[in-house]
């Protein structure tokens, strides 16, 4: 089983800030990881696909990159919206595995 | 739009079969994608639970396999879970989604329904 390793697990960040997320694949994935975003009471939503690829009607300041076991998301310049668990996800091989989570605060 | 959305009791007792039902709206099941099950205990993470294709072929966490029976039924347009033997841990907000299958993402979502295993 491919285990994802987020970093951090929780994160306080001030409204305009950069936020960086690393989800860390104890195997290569090549591309196959995505992002979610999970709100309180809500169902996760897709964020970015592929490592990199946006989504549409994903707001721009929603970033991700790497490949192989390392990746990163990076939200550009914080809104209050963005109060939220983030969750990396890999869907390389069986069984398809997510990363723990990382819930971000807004200050 | 494609929508899910999960059906099925809120409370089984242990020892029995969990069965829950997704409904698909917006996209015929039988185009394509493969369809599957997520669930997330409270306070807790992610864990995929398995998926479905519409011609009945599935894939299972191992984790779960024993206990794990995924269905479709393309004439109501829907898929369901069916999950034996639970326990206390078994309690969990179960989501459905459309699953991209091998290298693909979870593009769409139902709500959730949250489970819970208790006498």
């Known amino acids: 089983e491919i285990v994802l390793t987020q970093s951090p697990d929780f994160q306080s960040v001030t409204p305009k800030e950069k936020v960086t997320i690393t989800c860390r694949a104890s195997q290569s994935i090549g591309s196959s990881l995505h992002w979610y975003q999970q709100k309180p009471d809500q169902s996760p939503k897709l964020l970015i696909k592929y490592a990199s690829q946006s989504i549409s009607g994903v707001p721009s300041r929603f970033s991700g990159s790497g490949s192989g076991t390392d990746f990163t998301l990076t939200i550009n310049s914080l809104e209050a919206e963005d109060a939220a668990t983030y969750y990396c996800?890999?869907?390389?091989?069986?069984?398809?595995?997510f990363g723990g989570g990382t819930k971000v605060e807004i200050k | 739009q494609v929508q899910l959305q999960e059906s099925g009791p809120g409370l089984v007792k242990p020892s029995e079969t969990l069965s829950l039902t997704c409904a698909v709206s917006g996209y015929s099941i039988s185009s394509g994608y493969y369809w599957g099950w997520i669930r997330q205990p409270p306070g807790k993470g992610l864990e995929w639970i398995g998926s479905i294709y519409h011609s009945g072929s599935t894939y299972y966490n191992p984790s779960l396999k024993s206990r794990v029976t995924i269905s479709v039924d393309t004439s109501k347009n829907q898929f369901s879970l069916k999950l034996s033997s639970v326990t206390a841990a078994d309690t969990a907000v179960y989501y459905c989604a459309r699953d991209g299958g091998f290298y693909g993402d979870f593009d769409y979502w139902g709500q959730g329904t949250l489970v819970t295993v208790s006498s």
């Open positions: 996800h890999q869907s390389s091989s069986l069984p398809f595995t």
